[in-house]
């Protein structure tokens, strides 16, 4: 504020006589106070000076026979003008009004009029310049023209902002929404865990009994056997019993987002492709992703499709070597089914793979230091589309090049369900 206004006010004209200017400082002044958080009083006192030891300068610059104190008597009254519509500007707290422009406006119009009059009152006492008639409607009518065009710029920068803060919103809510299908994934992972755990405990129990029905002779093999086979059932009974908290708390924090359950499939696709074109980037790959929505289609849950078509689109982008393209297609099938079929021109699958890469633990994808990676995330995209009554395939090119799965599933079962 303190650089920028005493340059715009070298940007003016003498409407009135050629003391009284007019010029960009005001509306300049004006757009930087709307914008400053804490208290004007001094940044705007710091201004008025250096406007008139700016323009102090100029005449020193571009006069011959320079006179110091006659340069400050010509422009020390505009210090009056900066301070008074700074302190105007801060006791009327117009601030408090960013939400309603027509009241900055309208407090821009006043700040300005009164300050204009407090610049003139000191011309009239130091140079004795008396008012000309018509004076109140040429300030006022300059005071408007200020006021209109900071409101104008000012309007500008309040829709940039909204629009960036959407922008940053929208980000956060993406990051937050593939954290949240992560931790939906991991719910099903325990939730099975829960079920197996239950079947362990059950059959090391029911085989403790038979052990005491059937052999009631206290070998001490058998006794042995009998009290492991107890303490084995009540260990996996505690692990239930604590996989029991975790998953309750992951149930409790995806249910409590803020988010809607069921979005709309082209935003849905959005984020998968923005998320997968930042893990490209991060592994430094040059992958060009594109996505194609076929028919109509209603809201799905976007855990479910997050998890599972999120899962095919990273296999994708881990298979590409270097350079790449990955074209995602959802389409609608008769009679009441949705196809999401994702396709990738990697170097594809080997034959010898073929039948093993839907197993657990199974995986052709090495880090650099040789470690493997888990080899669950197809499995769990084939749990979940047996779950969901649908089918999932996948083709490669006999010349193993080229990926493509196919993820059928029933609309019914993505959709949410109407309280009957």
Request: one cysteine or more.
């Amino acid at each position: 504020m303190i650089f920028f206004v005493p340059l715009a006010g070298e940007i003016n004209f003498y409407p009135i006589n050629e003391t009284f200017r007019v010029s960009l400082g005001p509306p300049t002044l004006f757009l930087f106070l709307l914008f400053l958080r804490k208290s004007a009083i001094i940044p705007g006192f710091l201004t008025a000076v250096l406007v008139v030891l700016f323009r102090m300068l100029l005449d020193f610059m571009m006069q011959s026979n320079f006179n110091w104190l006659i340069s400050f008597e010509t422009h020390y009254p505009t210090f009056f003008f900066y301070f008074t519509y700074t302190c105007l500007f801060y006791f009327a707290k117009v601030n408090r009004f960013h939400h309603r422009p027509w009241i900055i406006g309208l407090f821009g119009i006043i700040i300005e009029i009164l300050s204009d009059f407090a610049e003139l009152l000191m011309q009239y006492i130091v140079f004795g310049v008396r008012f000309p008639s018509g004076l109140l409607s040429e300030i006022v009518l300059i005071a408007l023209f200020h006021s209109f065009m900071v409101l104008g710029v000012f309007s500008m920068m309040k829709l940039y902002e909204a629009q960036s803060r959407e922008i940053e919103v929208r980000k956060r809510n993406e990051h937050m929404l593939l954290h949240v299908s992560n931790l939906y994934e991991e719910t099903i992972h325990l939730k099975k865990t829960l079920q197996n755990s239950e079947t362990i405990t059950r059959k090391a129990y029911e085989l403790y009994r038979e052990l005491n029905q059937h052999h009631p002779i206290e070998d001490k093999l058998l006794k042995k056997t009998r009290q492991q086979l107890l303490e084995i059932a009540g260990e996996v009974h505690d692990i239930k019993k604590d996989s029991q908290r975790i998953f309750a708390g992951l149930s409790k924090l995806i249910s409590n987002e803020s988010f809607t359950d069921y979005v709309n499939i082209t935003e849905l696709i959005k984020i998968i492709v923005r998320a997968n074109e930042k893990y490209a980037s991060l592994l430094e790959k040059d992958i060009h992703f594109s996505f194609i929505i076929k028919g109509v289609h209603p809201s799905y849950h976007i855990y479910t499709i997050l998890s599972i078509v999120n899962n095919l689109v990273a296999n994708a982008v881990e298979a590409i070597q270097e350079k790449g393209t990955i074209k995602i297609e959802v389409s609608s099938q008769p009679p009441n089914s949705v196809e999401f079929r994702v396709e990738d021109d990697g170097p594809g699958i080997s034959e010898k793979y073929r039948e093993l890469i839907f197993k657990p633990g199974f995986t052709s994808k090495y880090d650099g230091m040789g470690n493997p990676s888990t080899g669950i995330g197809l499995t769990f995209v084939e749990d979940m589309v047996t779950k969901l009554n649908g089918n999932a395939t996948f083709q490669s090119d006999t010349r193993e090049k080229g990926t493509i799965f196919t993820i059928c599933l029933p609309v019914e079962n993505l959709i949410e369900k109407e309280d009957s």
